[in-house]
């Protein structure tokens, strides 16, 4: 079981407002299961503390790997059997957080192979590059963020690519949206934003950081907030 001081903690919730999925309950299907009748899509890393659930960094990776290829139109089915493929075959417990090109490379051999099982010719095209849909969504995924390159395993992503100061990283902030080299949570400087009247001269001057990056904070955050 991994430390929530250096893999992030997440609720559902918290998960679904930073990747802007607008439902709480498909992240809680995927990575809990569906009211003990279906088990989990995804191997999260956490036990359930104190009757809670909760997420790391790692499962936040994957369900954002799950949402992509969801929106492109791969059956849900066909994805938990991937996943469970996945990580038997690769041995790794999060092998959609993984960015190795043998490991990408597998990934696109099991998603051809599952397919084929399941007579799935949605997954089948897109696997066989028909019209390069999987290596965009790869491609697409990897873009905003960075892996460690001895484990392979993502380390940090921009969540919202326009806002390229702000970066989710496990060992800040619980692994919530931080900007800037000093890492402060966009949603404190947020509060204290609202809590100024708009005036972010002086919460710049209180955090002793540059104006620009708490205007992206609170940018950020509208944008959140938007998608919710």
Same mark, same amino acid.
């Given at each position: 079981?991994?430390?929530?001081?250096?893999?992030?903690? /997440? %609720?559902?919730?918290?998960?679904?407002?930073?990747?802007?999925?607008?439902?709480?309950?498909?992240?809680? &299907?995927?990575?809990?299961?569906?009211?003990?009748?279906?088990?989990?899509?995804?191997?999260?890393?956490?036990?359930?503390?104190? &009757?809670?659930?909760?997420?790391?960094?790692?499962?936040?990776?994957?369900?954002?790997?799950?949402?992509?290829? !969801?929106?492109? &139109?791969?059956?849900?089915?066909?994805? *938990?059997?991937?996943?469970? *493929?996945?990580?038997?075959?690769?041995?790794?417990?999060?092998?959609?957080?993984?960015?190795?090109?043998?490991?990408?490379?597998?990934?696109?051999?099991?998603? #051809?192979?599952?397919?084929?099982?399941?007579?799935?010719?949605?997954?089948?095209?897109?696997?066989?590059?028909? /019209?390069?849909?999987?290596?965009?969504?790869? #491609?697409?995924?990897?873009?905003?963020?960075?892996?460690?390159?001895?484990?392979?395993?993502?380390?940090?992503?921009?969540?919202?690519?326009? /806002?390229?100061?702000? /970066?989710?990283?496990?060992?800040?902030?619980?692994?919530?949206?931080?900007?800037?080299?000093?890492?402060?949570?966009? %949603? %404190?400087?947020? *509060?204290?934003?609202?809590?100024?009247?708009?005036?972010? %001269?002086?919460?710049? !001057?209180?955090?002793?950081?540059?104006?620009?990056?708490?205007?992206?904070?609170?940018?950020?955050?509208?944008?959140?907030?938007?998608?919710?």
């Amino acid at each position: 079981m991994k430390d929530a001081l250096s893999g992030g903690f /997440y %609720t559902a919730r918290e998960a679904a407002r930073i990747l802007r999925i607008p439902s709480v309950r498909r992240v809680q &299907g995927w990575v809990f299961g569906y009211a003990n009748t279906v088990g989990p899509v995804l191997a999260r890393d956490y036990e359930p503390l104190a &009757g809670k659930q909760a997420l790391s960094f790692w499962d936040l990776i994957e369900v954002r790997f799950l949402e992509y290829f !969801r929106a492109a &139109g791969i059956p849900l089915q066909t994805l *938990r059997k991937i996943a469970a *493929r996945a990580r038997a075959d690769l041995g790794e417990r999060h092998p959609f957080a993984i960015d190795n090109v043998r490991f990408v490379s597998d990934r696109k051999s099991i998603f #051809q192979h599952v397919a084929k099982d399941e007579g799935d010719a949605t997954t089948l095209n897109m696997a066989n590059s028909q /019209y390069e849909m999987y290596e965009a969504i790869e #491609q697409s995924l990897a873009k905003n963020v960075v892996f460690d390159p001895i484990s392979g395993l993502a380390s940090r992503f921009r969540p919202v690519p326009e /806002y390229a100061d702000v /970066y989710v990283h496990p060992r800040f902030a619980f692994g919530h949206p931080v900007i800037g080299v000093k890492g402060i949570p966009t %949603t %404190t400087l947020m *509060r204290m934003w609202k809590a100024e009247g708009g005036n972010s %001269t002086r919460v710049a !001057r209180a955090f002793d950081t540059d104006v620009e990056l708490v205007d992206e904070a609170v940018a950020f955050e509208h944008a959140l907030a938007r998608a919710a």
